[in-house]
């Protein structure tokens, strides 16, 4: 168990629909990390955040944005769903959010568009 | 974008054996990183590398960071069936912009 938590664990969801994935890190980590894992284009970096503020954006599409909350947790909204972004999304944390912290992975929401 | 070249995609041993995997890329990186992903869960750190030519050991694991920063491999030794997972190599490039490129995965099976 990494201390990080994520909800919900699944969820199936139509085409044009909007979603929410909710990431609670570590205790006392100030960073969190979302990525997206699919088949095809394995793990992918979407964007981080550090104590509330946007720190570094990856691969992430403009349908989709992200927000940390002043008590840390972190929300990842995906709107316009489209077949393509069924996939496996993770959230990370870590304590300060620099390059050399390990990263602490949740266990995923596995999100299928229908 | 940058992308990492990982090898081989899977892996079918018997237990007891040992196992190499590696990444390539056409990019330096400043930092390589080895996870292990098992079924259902998230991807777990193995080993970090920081410095070009470092050779880091933990447990049964050894990784290497190659000396031109554009590639990393990853040893098992003596292969046990709790291995079985996929492993991913992943490269940071610097600067302030932590943003972590990650390899396709290798997917590992050790038969017992």
């Known amino acids: 168990d990494s201390g990080v938590t994520q909800t919900p664990k699944h969820l199936i969801t139509a085409t044009g629909q909007r979603v929410t994935l909710r990431c609670s890190p570590r205790?006392?980590?100030?960073?969190v990390y979302w990525y997206q894992q699919s088949l095809d284009q394995g793990l992918q970096f979407l964007i981080q955040?550090?104590?509330?503020?946007?720190?570094a954006k990856g691969n992430i599409l403009e349908r989709f944005s992200a927000q940390q909350f002043p008590d840390l947790h972190s929300e990842l909204n995906l709107s316009s769903l489209e077949l393509g972004d069924s996939a496996l999304y993770f959230c990370?944390?870590?304590?300060?959010?620099?390059?050399?912290?390990?990263?602490?992975f949740g266990p995923g929401t596995r999100l299928l568009v229908l | 974008g940058q992308q990492l070249n990982q090898s081989p995609q899977s892996m079918f041993i018997q237990e007891g054996e040992d196992v190499s995997m590696n990444c390539t890329s056409s990019s330096i990186f400043n930092t390589w990183l080895w996870y292990k992903q098992d079924p259902g869960e998230g991807p777990v750190l193995l080993i970090a590398l920081y410095k070009a030519g470092e050779l880091t050991s933990n447990g049964r694991l050894t990784a290497q960071f190659g000396i031109t920063r554009k590639d990393s491999f990853l040893n098992i030794s003596a292969s046990i069936p709790s291995d079985v997972g996929i492993y991913f190599c992943?490269?940071?490039?610097?600067?302030?912009?932590?943003?972590?490129?990650f390899g396709k995965g290798t997917l590992l099976t050790v038969n017992p």
């Open positions: 990370a944390s870590s304590s300060k959010g620099s390059a050399r912290e390990t990263q602490y």
């Open positions: 992943a490269g940071l490039s610097g600067g302030s912009n932590y943003k972590l490129t």
């Open positions: 955040y550090y104590n509330g503020e946007e720190r």
């Open positions: 205790s006392g980590d100030l960073s």
